[in-house]
């Protein structure tokens, strides 16, 4: 019975679901920012969205995440955006995000190789991830004339997932400029709403009034295979 079990996992394991995301914007003075994210539930088929609203300088929850589910899967994701924004619209107002204000979008010069698309692959990648205890990935970004280093760093964490061999991971997340480093994000647990993570990438950077938010993309272990999410890490940058 395991040996059968061993043998499907490659099969199952690229069956989740990724969710998409977009940026609502930033208040007029870059204090909050909020974005959505939104897609199709893997196993129930239900369309979701949920919208963040961050204190931008403390990288922390204006209120807590937003969330609409729509428990019908003849629904769509559009109808789970749109009832979504509707419940987070007095929060949104509240904390003065602008809708559309999203500021400048970073343009990056990565380091990061590109990975094949083969199923096969990506599997081996998810294996190898189980054995590095430190795996770094780079970006130099160009703001208001200045130039930084955005560095990403994972870091295995606690038992390895026997079942899936799968080594959970948490991650820190810096930025440098001139001999100096922000610590944007620096995981000391792995929070229970990420679920089975073992990868973290960066996604995009958008910077308004001299703040700055980074997307990581989460892939985690899902009902039917690795999910991908967003989480957004935001700080102020130095003068």
């Known amino acids: ?10 099969i199952l394991i690229w069956g989740g679901d990724a969710s998409k995301f977009n940026l609502i914007g930033f208040s007029k003075d870059g204090s909050n920012v909020a974005f959505q994210r939104y897609g199709i539930m893997d196993g129930s088929g239900f ?10 300088e403390k990288n922390d929850y204006f209120v807590q995440p937003i969330k609409t589910v729509l ?5 769509t994701e559009e109808i789970a ?13 509240k904390s003065k995000v602008v809708l559309g204000n999203i500021g400048t979008k970073v343009a990056m010069d990565s380091e990061k190789k590109e990975e094949s698309s083969e199923e096969g692959e990506k599997i081996e990648k998810i294996k190898t991830k189980s054995s590095n205890k430190n795996e770094k990935e780079r970006f130099q970004l160009t703001i208001n004339g200045k130039i930084y280093n955005l560095s ?3 870091y295995d964490f606690g038992a390895k997932d026997e079942s899936f061999e799968i080594q959970p991971a948490i991650f820190t997340l810096y930025l440098e400029s001139n001999g100096k480093q922000i610590t944007l994000q620096k995981d000391t647990s792995l929070p229970k709403s990420r679920g089975l ?10 910077t308004h009034n001299n703040y700055i938010a980074v997307f990581v993309e989460v892939q985690s272990l899902g009902f039917e295979g690795p999910d991908t999410r967003q989480l957004i890490i935001t700080g102020k940058l130095q003068k």
Do not use: G
């Open 1 to 10: 019975m395991y040996k059968i079990l061993f043998f499907l996992i490659p």
């Open 81 to 93: 955006k749109t009832k979504n924004l509707s419940v987070a619209t007095p929060h949104l107002k």
């Open 197 to 206: 993570v073992f990868s973290y990438t960066i996604n995009s950077v958008y």
């Open 47 to 56: 369309p979701y969205s949920e919208i963040f609203i961050i204190k931008t």
């Open 152 to 154: 990403l760093e994972q």
């Open 71 to 75: 428990e019908d899967e003849n629904s």
